[in-house]
């Protein structure tokens, strides 16, 4: 059981890593870039990078998610850290631990059911009748990936407390 | 007013702040 812990863990961690880099990579490179970028050359960041960041960063969110909770299940600690500590006692570290995977199921909830749809509309991989549709779109996805980014923070700063507690 | 999560180095300053809330947070509630 350790064994498979410890290989679930290693899952865990590539595919986060994974996922907040091309996060990051959206919110730190990419976006900001783009006013930048002279017009010619914009469809090749709309059209061929972004579909395959995109593509990455919504499947290795869903294994982030799925890897984490299965490990969080085999240590036998899921339930306990799920209810941040409100069903009982819980040290500091595991209602950290426990406030940083709600801000993971949050954070994939948004890449899947809010990012994701806004994406294929402002990328024009999905037909929209209404133009105007494109920008609101692109705004909402970047604002949705800007709260994820402002959640990464802590997030991370919880699942690396619980290994090694501040306290 | 502007949203702040339209600015990068805003959002990374927010972040940083409800690290240190959910630390507190934590304390008060852990035994």
């Known amino acids: 059981m350790e064994f498979a812990e410890h290989l679930i863990r290693w899952f865990h961690v590539l595919s986060g890593v994974m996922w907040i880099g091309l996060l990051w990579y959206l919110n730190f490179v ?3 870039t783009m006013p930048k970028i002279p017009d010619e050359l914009k469809p090749a960041v709309g059209k061929h990078i972004a579909p395959a960041v995109l593509f990455w960063f919504r499947w290795s969110a869903a294994s982030t998610v799925l ?10 600690y899921i339930g306990e850290a799920l209810s941040i500590g409100l069903n009982g006692a819980s ?8 406030i940083a995977m ?13 990012i994701w749809p806004n994406q294929k509309v402002a990328l024009g991989l999905i037909e929209v009748s209404d133009d105007t549709l494109k920008p609101k779109s692109a705004r909402k996805a970047m604002l949705f990936s800007r709260t994820n980014t402002l959640l990464s923070i802590p997030m991370l700063y919880g699942m ?8 | 007013m ?19 809330l959910m630390v507190i947070v934590a304390i008060a509630i852990g035994s």
Do not use: C, D, R
């Open chain 1, 30 to 32: 990419q976006v900001p």
């Open chain 1, 67 to 76: 890897f984490g909770l299965i490990l969080a299940w085999m240590e036998g």
């Open chain 1, 91 to 98: 040290s500091p570290e595991t209602v950290l631990l426990g």
């Open chain 1, 102 to 114: 709600w801000f993971g199921l949050i954070m994939a909830f948004n890449v899947w059911f809010v």
């Open chain 1, 160 to 167: 690396v407390a619980y290994q090694n507690p501040p306290f």
């Open chain 2, 2 to 20: 502007k949203n702040p999560l339209e600015s990068l180095h805003k959002t990374v300053a927010l972040g940083v702040v409800m690290t240190v």
